[in-house]
Every structure is written in structure tokens, then in C-alpha cells.
């Protein structure tokens, strides 16, 4: 069984930064894509970014695109979401996500292409 657990999260105000990590561990993982989601109160889960299994590529929601970074570290499990200069409108339930088959282009941002999910950790951005 594969399980991600997410850490990172908290309470910061506008204009400041956190870092989301998210372990996998289970003996069937394997390098595959991953992908970070949220959910803001009120509204559906939506795409924030993803990245391939080397980390060679990398795709982001235009609404975070040149705040946040996301990159991953494969002998540790780990991928990681730095995010940078955050608004309000970042306050959301972020989730990690992990597939298990390779993918390309637009189905990294497709939430149902993934097939493992955290539970999710926090971010609130006070104005």
C-alpha cells in the first residue's frame, strides 16, 4: 500500500513563503509523476503543479506559475512545492498526489490520472 503524508502547511501572511514536502512511502512506489492539488473552502479541488519522474519537466496552474517551484527528490521519496510570495487567494487544503503510470502533457494537470492521495495540510494566507 502506498501512502503519502504532507507537512509544510500553516498559517503565514501575504507576501510570505512555506515549503510543502510530501513523503511516499510503500514498497510498490516507483518514480512516477506527481502532482499538487487544493481545495479552497467552497470550491472544487484544482491543479497547482506537477512534475515528471526524472524532475526534468514541470507544469504549473497559471495562477501560481513564477511563485511556486516544484521539485522532487527520488532516493528520499520526496517532493516538495516552494511556494513564494503567497496571497490570500492561496488559502486552501493542499493535497499530494502520485501516479503510478507514466503520463504526458495536459493529464498532468487531470486530478483523476493519479492514483494515490495525502491527506492533505493546510495553508492560510492572511492579508
Known amino acids: 500500500q502506498v501512502q503519502l503524508v504532507e507537512s509544510g502547511g500553516g498559517l503565514v501572511q501575504a507576501g510570505g513563503s512555506l515549503r510543502l514536502s510530501c513523503v511516499v512511502s510503500?514498497?510498490?512506489?516507483?518514480?512516477?509523476?506527481m502532482g499538487w492539488f487544493r481545495q479552497a473552502p467552497g470550491k472544487e479541488r484544482e491543479f497547482v503543479a506537477a512534475?515528471?519522474?526524472?524532475?526534468?519537466?514541470?507544469y504549473y496552474a497559471d495562477s501560481v506559475k513564477g511563485r511556486s517551484t516544484i521539485s522532487r527528490d527520488n532516493a528520499k521519496s520526496t517532493v516538495f512545492l516552494q511556494q513564494n510570495n503567497l496571497k490570500p487567494e492561496d488559502t486552501a487544503v493542499y493535497y499530494c498526489?502520485?501516479?503510478?503510470?507514466?503520463?504526458?502533457?495536459?493529464?498532468?494537470?487531470?486530478?483523476?490520472?493519479?492514483?494515490?492521495w495525502g491527506q492533505g495540510t493546510h495553508v492560510t494566507v492572511s492579508s
Open positions: 510503500g514498497r510498490t512506489f516507483r518514480p512516477y509523476p
Open positions: 498526489a502520485a501516479a503510478t503510470t507514466d503520463f504526458s502533457g495536459y493529464d498532468y494537470t487531470r486530478g483523476r490520472k493519479y492514483d494515490y
Open positions: 512534475i515528471s519522474w526524472s524532475g526534468g519537466s514541470t
